[in-house]
């Protein structure tokens, strides 16, 4: 049980900084997903507050503690591997009871505790099998099991499931969410699929280039998203980002339009947009219609029917592409011509660099 | 590559009949050692080692029984002498027979010789023999025969019951065997357990100056160990150690440790990064992480390692001379004593083939122990 404080954390490799200033506040029992592309320094950052990579600047606190320099060991992590990281050479119930016996816990602790995590994860019947027996998810749940023997204060968990297939996936996304609900521990989960950042995480932090694009619940990041990025990084298909010029601004609202789009009136949110210059407008997919009076005008040129969804590709008027999904079984001709309506309550106006 | 179409059937025949070569080229002579060794000179002399599973023919020399003392006088001025070849230890079938060197086949069992004015001899089928003549005629030495025989194969132990165990023999191999153990047992294992510390080190452990001292342990590779004999006999003695076990060890030790630490190391540095830090979140040592986790996971490329420095230590020559072989010849080894048996016993083709399959047998024995090591990936299951 612990609360964490990143402090303007910084990690370079030499001349190269990989994380440039993060400053992240995590409560005690909070599930927070780090999410980013690769490359954005999320797996870093998770290494950092893990011992596993030396901080170059800042402060790590875990439990109120600095831990700058502190060893792994003394930081009451667990860590879970993408590449599950299981001794192959030990049968589970040795991986399992692996950090109690480094600790030097007597025999019947070590059995008690791998009996409780195995009862939680439900693999009581995989405790004599190797390694090299199992499957992927079930490797996955001896490396979750591992850390939970250690009953660490900080959960950290990183990208556990990508090498799993689609269905085991979705599976132990589940159980994982249920875990943090039993366990009730800080958990820190490093992913780049937004799906599980969506439905795990109490609190997402988006990365890009070593830094912190927003933090926020979920459904704050969905709905506000702070800027271009998180905008574009979040929901899928991605947002709808159009060129408009601003005709005018009164107060809080903006008047946009361009070449494919009627005049609109949207909401500036409070950021620096001024009339006379371009900015750029957001729209998702989903807030599209189809509408005899819509503002926007396009020919569909790829249609992906789902059955629960339709996805049309559309060539604009001006000749920028635009995304719709229609919640329907809609059936959509190439070349056909479409008007579309969007919700200006739903639609995202963004300075043009971000 | 398995894969890749049209390369296969030709590729594969071609590995194929490698393999059979390298197999063909390994098998003839151990076999040919392996059986040898079974045989008694006489049947080395006489024909190959391919032939030993067969009856082979075998032309012997025999002497009939002195005259003066067995023969009978049947008739007047007539005497016999008969025997039997067989007790005299002729074996097999008898093919043919002949009174002169120069006609070894000249008759057949049954027939009888006319040896000239009167002498006859007689050899039978089952090895008995009649030879009749004058008192002058049937004196002196008794008569030269030579027997083709068609002898059954026959295989036997006294070879390495004269190697191994015959007690006065200095010639044998048991001492010499014991003392190679004792060389190469030690020599084998003190360069891994020192190799695997520093493998582990400069495979995970950050320091200062790592790069070069990996770089030293290749270049040391390549460092003849004839450069280093007399140096390092010279500290020896200068120490103290002088010739003996101790001094052969270290010197094993050390020409070994190059290449054990390089293999080592290079199969170490490739276990996942992911499994030893693991261990380390859970708050082990590196000490923790090297003797349960990197330890046992390099168990094939311990083995592999120990599978050289065993075979290149127990066909040593070379350091055994200088290091440890006085002139005592207590503490020879088995590469030594056939060295000496080649000199006396040149000629000894049976003892020679026992001699060098026994020093052969272990090394097999050890191969053949531990290949499986040498195959198993123990890293199945441990990563995707």
């Known amino acids: 049980m612990a609360d964490l404080r990143l402090k303007g954390l910084r990690k370079s490799y030499g001349s190269a900084e990989v994380i440039r200033g993060v400053d992240i506040d995590i409560e005690d029992g909070e599930f927070v997903v780090f999410v980013g592309p690769s490359g954005c320094g999320k797996s870093t950052l998770l290494r950092m507050i893990a011992g596993l990579e ?301 | 590559m398995d894969n890749i179409a049209g390369t296969k059937s030709t590729l594969t025949w071609a590995v194929h009949i490698s393999v059979l070569a390298l197999v063909l080229l390994w098998l003839f002579p151990t076999m040919g050692l392996f059986v040898s060794s079974f045989r008694t000179g006489d049947q080395i002399t006489q024909s190959g080692w391919w032939k030993a599973m067969f009856p082979a023919e075998l032309t012997e020399q025999f002497r009939a029984a002195d005259p003066d003392e067995n023969r009978i006088e049947t008739e007047a001025g007539v005497f016999v002498v008969e025997g039997d070849f067989r007790q005299e230890g002729l074996g097999g079938e008898i093919s043919t027979w002949g009174t002169s060197s120069r006609d070894l086949a000249a008759y057949a069992p049954g027939d009888t010789a006319d040896l000239g004015e009167g002498e006859t001899f007689t050899v039978n089928a089952d090895g008995t023999y009649v030879w009749q003549g004058n008192a002058d005629q049937i004196e002196g030495r008794g008569q030269r025969v030579f027997i083709t025989a068609l002898e059954p194969p026959e295989f036997t132990l006294a070879n390495y019951d004269q190697v191994l165990l015959d007690p006065r023999n200095s010639e044998g191999m048991a001492k010499a065997f014991f003392n190679t153990l004792t060389v190469v047992i030690p020599a084998t294992i003190i360069p891994i357990l020192v190799a695997a510390f520093a493998a582990y080190a400069l495979a995970w452990m950050d320091f200062p100056g790592r790069a070069l001292l990996i770089a030293a342990v290749v270049g040391l590779l390549v460092v003849p160990l004839q450069l280093a004999l007399i140096p390092l006999l010279k500290l020896h003695n200068e120490i103290g150690i002088g010739k003996g076990y101790l001094g052969v060890w270290l010197a094993h030790t050390g020409f070994g440790m190059p290449l054990a630490i390089y293999l080592l190391r290079n199969y170490m540095v490739g276990l996942p990064r992911d499994i030893i830090e693991n261990a380390k979140v859970d708050g082990a040592t590196d000490f923790q992480i090297f003797t349960k986790i990197i330890l046992p996971l390099s168990f094939p490329a311990l083995a592999s390692f120990a599978i050289f420095q065993f075979l290149w230590t127990w066909n040593d020559l070379l350091v055994a001379l200088v290091f440890l072989i006085d002139s005592s010849g207590e503490t020879t080894v088995m590469t030594k004593q056939i060295v000496e048996l080649l000199g006396t016993r040149g000629g000894d083709w049976e003892i020679l083939a026992t001699s060098a399959f026994v020093s052969i047998a272990v090394p097999l024995v050890v191969f053949f122990a531990m290949q499986r090591f040498l195959v198993r990936g123990l890293l199945a299951g441990s990563v995707k």
């Not at chain 1, 998180?230 to 009164?250: E, I, R, T, Y």
């Open chain 1, 54 to 354: 030396d901080i170059t600047s800042g402060t790590l606190e875990i439990g109120g503690k600095r831990v700058n320099d502190a060893q792994p060991k003394e930081r009451g992590v667990a860590m879970v591997f993408q590449s599950y990281a299981i001794f192959p050479h030990m049968s589970v119930r040795e991986n399992m009871a692996f950090g109690l016996t480094i600790a030097g816990a007597s025999k019947a602790e070590k059995e008690q505790k791998v009996a409780e995590a195995a009862r939680i994860l439900q693999m009581e019947h995989l405790l004599d099998r190797r390694p090299s027996q199992l499957s992927g998810g079930q490797r996955q749940r001896v490396a979750i099991g591992r850390a939970i023997t250690r009953n660490p204060s900080v959960f950290l968990f990183d990208e556990p499931l990508s090498n799993l297939d689609a269905a085991l996936r979705m599976d132990m996304r589940m159980e994982i969410g249920k875990l943090h609900s039993q366990l009730d521990t800080t958990m820190i989960y490093v992913t780049h699929d937004q799906v599980e950042a969506m439905t795990l995480a109490d609190k997402i932090v988006v990365l890009k280039d070593g830094e912190v694009m927003q933090i926020g619940s979920p459904m704050e990041l969905y709905h506000n998203p702070a800027n271009l990025f998180v905008a574009g990084f979040l929901g899928a298909p991605s947002m709808n980002f159009l060129q408009v010029d601003v005709l005018d601004v009164q107060g809080e609202e903006a008047k946009v339009s361009n070449p494919s789009l009627e005049p609109i009136v949207v909401k500036t949110a409070g950021r620096p947009i001024e009339a006379g210059h371009k900015a750029t407008l957001g729209v998702r997919p989903q807030h599209l219609r189809v509408s005899e009076t819509g503002q926007l005008h396009g020919n569909v040129t790829l249609a992906e029917r789902l059955g629960s969804e339709t996805v049309a590709d559309l060539r604009l008027d001006d000749g920028s592409k635009l995304i719709a999904a229609f919640a329907e079984d809609k059936i959509l001709d190439v070349g056909q011509r479409l008007s579309l309506d969007f919700d200006s309550d739903a639609a995202h106006l963004f300075p043009v660099d971000g």
